[in-house]
């Protein structure tokens, strides 16, 4: 744990001194065919993964424990408010007397490596396998074991959140203006991703993904949290048309 | 050049400097204990932070499927540890059992402990667990999760401020950056030797004998040179740490976990019949997980450290057998079935033996005795997942 906390601090660094930064990424998807009918669905809300804190001046991640807590109650409070707007039923997981609690994670672990695949061999250019090229091709699962779980038994859908904000030190704002005046020493500051992804608990079928490697929003407040959730949930099947959003 | 990198190691002095104390290390171990609190809840923004991270984890390794649930081995676990530490610190402490053959037990900064079966496998008596598990609650006494993070915060800080500087003078600033890269290992290693004396500290007082901690790491040497030994190669025991080594090396550590024992008083019982009587329903899943991790030197020492404690018995005469079948030379074959059927007359009664030695008969030529074993297989576990297929390699 120690190790992979220097490297990834390392990697910052380096590619910081390299100069490459992460151009904006965003992407949806949907499988193809896929709607779901408003004012009828139970989406089941799993606990969110949430991590917010700050970025050191060196690039690594120093977690807060507040703002995290802040986060938490801020992003369950903007998804109440959004899912009204989206017309179905929303449920916050719990595993009650089912005893799955151990099944359940192991689905979230799952999910969350497929959410990750999606993300590198199908949304993004790079690394996309030939097989994920084709457009109108959406196809993703986590099986339909998940069918057979009881603490899951009155929804329709699982609904998965992720969220992590690496907010820039002080020390890492100085330094990014002082790089500027060194060649070749391009220094980013802050990190903002975020990925949420629709399980059909049917068939364990991934029916929606939206993934945003640089979000808006400030999750430690409540309007940010609201834009953060709006943007969340961009593409999400059975939404309500809107107007195009302002200056997202 | 040679200016430069003079310049470069000053300046590294320097920031080394700025990079904080080491951690206290120099003073000899008494027998005092540090003041301990109970239900210690974090104080600052680093803190609260690193046991939040904690707290995520310790949820994934609670419903983790590698956990071992199994009745009583986390409530023995914990026994052991608060014998070695006292009821008071251990109250702060979850453990969990987890199905990892290799040798290893480790502490997050809340209080969760996670103990990897190749540690219990490798132990021999509650001494040397607690040996092990004492190490690691120093580790969250003295709060090292915090310091590490603490530190490494300001070593990389540096290295990243150095690295503009560089860029902006034009100067190779690559060795200075290593330095400090290096302290960070340093630091790391350091945190591990104080907790081998703390841990030391609480064994002493414990009841266990003092000098156990020192032996884990004698033992472990002989397991390493045996698994070189087993792949053709050197043993390779090095007596001082590399730069990047996160934890001093086996043999410096027992060296002086034995100097410093030999000022404490002995200590009683190493509790070895206990801990042979607790291990005893997990032996067999704890040895077949080690029997694939393809290291045969390593293996046959610890069914030898084992049998030389308990002598053969079934599980151990099985496990060896399973060892030979898997390296599977013609040699192995023949000494792999005379292990099983040793297995068998000592008493071993899991079906699984006769397939096995079917399959090691047939493969070594001898056809007739394999299909017998194969059939007394099938007979016993008629509706085994594998008996479609053992039944085809009877009919050939």
Redesign the interface.
Known sequence: MKITWFLRAACAVAIAATGISAAAQEKTGNKPGFTLAPGTARIVLMRPTIWVGEQSTAGMPEPNADWTTQARENIARALADAQTGLGNVVISYDEDASGEGALVAEYSHLFGAVAESVIEYQFFSGNRLPTKKRKDSFDWGVGNGIAGLKSLEGGDYALFINVHDEYGSTGRKILQIVSMFAPGAGVSSGVHKGHAGLVDLKTGELVWLNADWEMGGDVRTAEGAAKRVRQLLEGFPGRPAEAPAEGE | MRHLSRFALCGAGSILALLGPSPASGAEPGLELPTYTRAYE?RT??E??????AD?AE??L????LRIREAGLEAYLREVLCREVGTERCAGVRIYAMEIPGFNA?MMANGTMQVWSGLLLRSRSEAELAAVLGHEFAHFELRHSLT??QQ??RA??A???I??WG??TNRDTSSTQSII?RG?YRY?REQETDADLLGLQYAALSGYPASTPSEVWKNLMAEEDASAAGRNQKPKQKYTAGYFD?HPTHLKRSIYLAEAAAKMPPGGDARAKEYRAAMAPYLPRFLAAQIKRNDFGGTEHILQSLAADSGWGPDLLFARAELYRTRGNPRDLQVAAQYYREARAAGYMGAELDRNLGLALLRNGQADEGRQSLNAYLTAMPEASDAKMIRALVAN
């Open positions: 974090p923004v680093d609260r932070g690193v046991w939040m991270e995520e949820r994934g609670r419903d983790s499927p480790s590490g993070f490494r915060r990389t800080d290295i990243a401020w690295g503009v860029a902006l890269e960070i790391g996160s």
